[in-house]
């Protein structure tokens, strides 16, 4: 915690709210934005970029330093904001970056970057400011840029190295005391008998080095293609999103969503809510909800998320259950009951090639 934090967050405790982390909120976006203009009008600094984005104007970065510093800003700039203050300074400093909305590159930008990365390697904050892009913008053009990339079904070669890319990267995170349960056995993969928690195998991972090792895809189709395989091994291959699964899996996510009753995805608990579909990562619940709005609410860009949860409910559900009551009917038609999150798993429930391919099974759209 922040000396500048403690008098707000001992007001948020007074007031019963919890401190927050992880990606912020739409509301919370708007009171930034409010924060900012009212500074600007506190200080006379003239723009938002000035005042976060200092260093780009150095003959005026000592009288806007001391402006800051003045009139406390990493007070005011968190203000109404439960969070630390440097959390919502970072934010700030994307949103009101005016390098990030540039739209696409062109063949010229993308041989600027070419020539700036062959001068100045992956220093992406000075390469972003010499092509006036923020330094993640042009981080992940670069990455997309490298080579060309594979689309479509992953190779058995692919998924392979995919898994042992990943393996290596939690297994380096893992401390000499949890190495030390690997023993000095003789088999060929001690590591199978580590426990590892279920959290490593989808948070923290490196995914650039992992597209370093695929080599053949970018991390992006990386981490998609890793999720698939998680939602297949961890509930043991048993299908938790096809046929009669997949509706009731529908059903479950719509009624979950519509009890928690929350103004914004931000507040949702992805990994309690994945037990509505069973033990799988919460990013794959996360995309499930995506294909599902995009599926069955029109124009739904342009709601607010209680409506579009409130569309789901009053016009999609009705329809999904009748679907589900039809597919029941049939006699091969069974319902797996969805399994409890398991806390722990051992590396070779999750970390082993089979000959034939790994996750590329097409689960049913229904």
Known sequence: MYRDDLGRFREFREQGIAIRFGRFSA???KQIERNVEDFLSLTGIESADKLLHTDRYPEEKSAITGLKRKYAFRVHIGKGIARPWKLVYYRA??????????GR??????????????LHGNNWKKIGALVARSSLSVALKFSQMRQQRNQGVWSKAETRKLIRAVEDAILKKMSPEELLEMGAGREARPQDRLPVARERLYRGIPWVEVEARVETRNWMQCKSKWMEILAKRMPHGRPVYRGANALQAKVSLIERLYEINVEDTNEIDWEDLASAIGDVPPSYVQTKFYKLKAAYVPFWQKKTFPEIIDYLYENSLPSLKEKLRKKMEKKSSKISTPEAPKPVFLFSDIFYCEDDSDGEEVEEQS
Do not use: G, P, Q, T
Request: hydrophobic fraction near 20%.
């Open 105 to 118: 590159y062109s063949k010229e930008d993308a041989d600027r970057l070419r020539a700036c990365h062959s």
């Open 93 to 102: 400093k994307k949103m009101f970056d005016v390098n990030n909305y540039k």
């Open 27 to 29: 509301k919370e976006n």
